[in-house]
């Protein structure tokens, strides 16, 4: 860049008939970036106010404008680029105790003023000629503050030299700017785990599952754990197997073989971690049972201790199926089987009667949470019906009339919640109302992944 000031003989003052022709290199090398044709355009005006002159003509009518608003407005330039230029004009013209006029003339038309100034201005731009002076003034305030800005170049312009460019906003060009740099959205999807995680996709309640990115209660580390459960990149044994730094690909705590999903939910050592989830989760469950519309119907509850439920404003409630809301008739059967197979007891049960044509009509709804691999949910549900299976029937076989509802409520291990088999559940059959439910499901949530991370894999 480069600018020009010229004044003849009789306004230079130096009445021996020269003019002053002075070529004026303005670039400052502190900060390239306000080396603008603005800047180029301001600093003559500058230095011929500096000069002495009080008629000055310019072909950029931005340069008045700005003098006149620097003037005039000082407040609406605050922000200017260069108003540390424009405050030195003002100053200067202050200092003057005479009138400054400034025109504005028409460039390229051959007034010769203009045409002499701005060869000066080219010879000193192109380099052919050596500058008489260099201004160096910085001419932007906000120099010292700092933006981020990125080098990278853009697909569209791939060949276009690199340079840098300030980032518009600190949101969306951020997060475009680092979608490129890691390669998102460009990841392979030729996995399995992709295949499932899209056709699953559709069962899941997006925002409920992915509350954990936002939850301030959710460390960066329990997050990026939750990510690498869900994408199949948790390290354990079987990675570590494949990628040659273990010998073998079996769990080292009960040496069954490794993955993700046996580090979460499958492990036999890490069952005590497992039964306190469940426990807990329990306890979300069976309070928001208890404040919906069915809360006096539940009779039993198999989660939680019942000092824990005393705690939280729970009543106590045996952790089998009581005796007394069972046909008389299958009594001594259901107390061997629950004696046989204590494991295959509801976590809670909902149970009331009701009188039809004379006879009494029992309602059944057995309770099953469970915790299932992400993407596969119809296993677990499958499971929980095969394990209240023999309840059911034996119900149904003394009581023709009862009516025996099983609800399964299914929870991802990686924080999975689910419109049918989590949501429904709850709302449909349970008497959760939609209020309650909200924060029930980022409760489950957030124990689902919480505790999941803090004991398990740290
Ligand atoms: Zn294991």
Redesign the pocket.
Known sequence: MGSGLYANSAAAGTHEGVDLLLRIQPAIKSYPFDNTINRAELVPVMEAISRGYTHIATDSLSTLYQVKKIAHQPQAMNEHRHLLLHKKIAELILEKNQPIHIYKVKSHIGIVGNEIADELATSVAKGTETPNIHIQDDSNPHESQYWPYHTQDTPDHADAPTRPQPLTDLDASLRKLCHNMYHMGTANTATTYYAAAQKAAALIDMPASNKFLTSRTVTPYETTNVLKLRCGNLYNNKLAHRYGRSTTS???????P?GGY??AS?????SEAYIERHHATGMYILKAIKGGRLGSTVVQADVGSNDKRTTEGLPDLPTSVPNNILPPSMIAEYEQADNDKPDSRPDITLYWTEKSHGLLKRHYTFVEIKYCVDTKPQEQQANAEEQHKGLIQMIQKHDVNAEVRLVVILLGTAGYIYEDYTKKQLQEYLGVDAHALKSLVTNLHLQSVNPLMAKVLI
């Open positions: 079996k769990c080292p705590l009960c040496r069954q490794d046996h580090l499958g492990c036999p050592a890490l």
